[in-house]
């Protein structure tokens, strides 16, 4: 089999540290694809209807309650999508369904208000989308010729730019890195195997998204202190932020609270912290239980006293197990059909999503990219309200949301690191 195309899609959040891709080739030869067996081809897809009921199956599927996680739902929707109008057939059908959608141009409708609503940059607060194609003329010396429909739809819905390169020189390698440097500020260390392109590869296409704001109420740098933080595997010291936030809104859940604190403009960050003696990976146990830890539960009226740990670190999902699993094996098999992007026979062969999240004083910042593998052969008065203590001493959720409700990253925390 040769490699068809690489699409890569960049999303990006919070981040705080600057690092260059690794772009360095690697010697290893590169494994058969995997054959994916009949009774996986044949998995049911849950009922999805829209993005924010596939980002609660995703997320369920993909965070256990065990170890810090970080993803980006919409980086895989955004790059699947873009997967998906070079799709034809029954191939189209299954990945419109896990998209939640029932047609292509509804489809088309969700990404191009993502694309079109999800831009701030104003004073400091970010949040940005950009999007590229890298092809290649010709492979293994035949003429390589992309659908003309597929590539108006990148230009005109996914505003894709459109460079013409040579997958087997290094120089490639490091103009694709640093543009994915670029438009994640650099955030995000690339794995050695994302930019394993060669004579085989047709096309990789990026998404980056970028997300920069500082909290509506800042944190007193001055209130930060040291404390312990009980880790599944025992204590930790960790560095915490404070502080009163006074007559404000908490939710109680059953078996949780929820509370949520606001960026300057991009949106909120929300964190469902579960109660003594409860189990995070209990309240993760399904995508329903998910969506009652973002939506459910009562609100109550407080003075909310706020311990947030520091926290930030690098995250990496090999998706392609799972997405199988969420029923789109069919576009990873030798019956896929990908005919829309190009003239050569494809399958998905690979997807991978790496990110970054930081969160401090000052605000949080972030970066994912998630990338599609596709091979082929040819000031008011105080009130007299209850005090309650939030103190993320325990494994926590976080979400991270636009202003309109759209989750950017959800991920949790088990053992808050800072380096």
């Known amino acids: 089999m040769k490699r068809l195309f690489c699409i ?19 010697t290893d030869p590169k494994p ?36 810090n996680k970080n993803l980006s739902p919409i980086s895989v929707y955004l790059a699947l999508a873009m997967t998906a109008e070079g799709a034809s057939g ?34 400091g607060s970010s949040l940005a989308l950009a999007n590229s194609i890298w092809m290649t003329n010709s492979l293994g010396g035949v003429d390589v010729t992309f659908d003309g429909d597929y590539m108006k739809t990148l230009a005109d819905v996914f ?33 050695e195997d994302a930019l394993n392109f060669d004579e085989a590869t047709l096309a990789v296409l990026i998404n980056t998204i970028y997300l ?39 939710v109680k859940g059953d078996g949780f609270l929820r509370y ?39 609100s109550i009226r407080a003075d909310v006293s706020v311990k947030l740990p ?35 026979p494809a399958k998905i062969s690979n ?3 790496e990110s970054y999240i930081g969160v401090d004083e000052n605000g949080v910042e972030a970066a994912a990219y998630t990338m599609v593998v596709v091979d082929g052969e040819t000031a008011m008065q105080p009130e007299n309200l209850p005090k309650i203590d939030f103190h993320l001493t325990r494994p926590f959720l976080y979400v991270i949301e636009s202003w309109d409700g759209t989750v950017l990253f959800i991920g949790t925390i088990t053992a808050p690191a800072f380096e």
Request: contains cysteine; hydrophobic residues 40%; aromatic residues 6%.
């Open 260 to 298: 949520s604190l606001p960026l300057r403009r991009v949106g909120r960050m929300t964190f469902i912290l579960p109660d003594e003696g409860v189990s995070l990976s209990d309240l993760l146990a399904s995508p329903e239980s998910l969506h009652a830890l973002l939506t459910g539960g009562e």
């Open 351 to 353: 997807v991978i999503q």
């Open 32 to 67: 058969e694809p995997t054959k994916v067996p009949a009774q996986v081809l044949n998995a049911e897809i849950p009922e999805i209807t829209g993005y924010e009921s596939f980002s609660d199956v995703l997320a369920s599927k993909l965070l256990d309650g065990t170890a």
């Open 8 to 26: 890569l899609f960049a999303a990006l959040l919070f981040a705080a540290c600057t690092a260059k891709p690794d772009t360095a080739e690697k």
């Open 90 to 123: 029954e191939t189209q059908q299954k990945m419109l369904k896990l998209l939640g959608c029932k047609t292509i141009e509804e489809l088309r409708g969700i990404c191009g208000a993502m694309l079109e609503t999800l831009s701030i940059d104003k004073d």
């Open 212 to 250: 920069k704001d500082a909290w509506a109420n800042d944190f007193y740098e001055g209130a930060t202190e040291s404390g312990t933080f009980k880790g599944l595997t025992g204590e930790l010291i960790v560095e915490y932020m404070n502080r009163l936030d006074r007559a404000s809104s908490i």
């Open 159 to 191: 505003r894709a730019e459109a460079n013409t390169v040579d997958f087997t020189q290094q120089s490639t390698k490091k103009q694709i890195g640093d543009w994915i440097t670029e438009h994640t500020r650099g955030k995000i260390k690339i794995s």
């Open 310 to 344: 520091k926290f930030k670190f690098q995250d990496r999902f090999d998706l392609a197990e799972p997405l199988k699993e969420l029923g789109i094996a069919i576009a990873f098999s030798d019956g896929a059909d990908l005919s829309g992007m190009s003239n050569v």
